[in-house]
């Protein structure tokens, strides 16, 4: 019995009774990452595996209704991310950590900071992040109207296999003349979100579309990283990084040219180098 319970998946059961799987690797400062909708922690084993091969300890959790984790019909929504994201570091116990989020995942880490005492942060790394805000209002007028999202939501239900297929195209930027995105990057991204449960990942096209958080970027007390591509098909970076890095502040924004959303593989040698200057600055 105690060989199989050594064996066991690393998990978290939070308050609600959601079990969280989680990746934990290396020894030193602690890196957490947060995934992209709708992916899972294995979106960033090159990074787990730089990092960690680099003197740091890498986390990275799968969201609840993504990848190993449970899949509850109810909580999925912004404040029950962020607190997940907050049992978690606590349960391992972790200080002086360096927040990175890509995509749905930096919203996640935005809205943690803002609900949670920072006193466990010391740095914050927003990816690809969605926001202030996603969804166009007459508030936030440069953003993508909902009947985007409408559509996200009908292929989701239509044909979620195929849907995320021909998503993996913008997200990569393998629609682009010139790329050199392999079929096997593309295949990866299918897998990883055919994981995701169908409700899960319905739900969250609403957390990460319509989840205002201008004010959660306020709160902000840490230094900032924002890196974005601007070729951005998913998250387009006028509405995101450019407003994000005037209301965080002293943010550092880096634009890498030509990127993709996906550019944590597309541009992973970059984006790895700008992280670690970033962590030991």
């Not at 969280?20 to 922690?41: E, M, N, R």
């Not at 680099?54 to 190993?68: E, L, N």
Request: negative net charge; aromatic residues 8%.
């Amino acid at each position: 019995m105690a060989t199989v319970a050594s064996k066991a998946p690393p998990t978290i059961t939070t308050t609600d009774g959601t079990v969280i799987y989680y990746k934990d690797w290396g020894s030193g400062q602690p890196v957490v990452f947060s995934h992209g909708w709708p992916l899972s922690a294995d979106a960033w084993d090159d990074q787990l595996n730089f990092f960690g091969s680099s003197g740091f300890r890498t986390v990275a959790h799968d969201r609840r209704g993504h990848g190993r984790s449970s899949q509850p019909w109810d909580g999925n929504d912004m404040d029950t991310y962020a607190d997940d994201l907050s049992e978690l570091i606590e349960a391992l116990d972790l200080h002086d950590v360096i927040l990175v989020g890509h995509s749905n995942g930096g919203s996640e880490r935005t809205r943690y900071i803002c609900r949670q005492e920072t006193s466990r942060v010391a740095k914050a790394v927003l990816v690809g992040a969605i926001p202030p805000l996603m969804l166009k209002t007459d508030a936030n007028p440069g953003g993508l109207p909902i009947e985007v999202f409408d559509e996200i939501r009908a292929g989701l239900a239509r044909d979620r296999s195929q849907f995320y297929e021909d998503l993996s195209a913008p997200f990569y930027g393998a629609n682009r003349d010139g790329s050199t995105v392999s079929q096997g990057v593309r295949d990866a991204f299918w897998l990883m979100s055919m994981q995701a449960g169908l409700k899960g990942a319905y739900d969250c096209v609403k957390v990460f579309s319509e989840t205002d958080l201008t004010e959660d970027l306020k709160r902000f007390d840490v230094p900032t990283l924002i890196i974005h591509g601007d070729d951005d098909q998913i998250v387009p970076i006028a509405d995101s990084a450019l407003l994000s890095s005037k209301i965080v502040a002293d943010a550092r924004l880096k634009v890498y040219p030509g990127a993709p959303h996906g550019l944590t593989l597309t541009h992973k040698d970059q984006f790895n180098a700008d992280v670690l200057e970033f962590i030991k600055g």
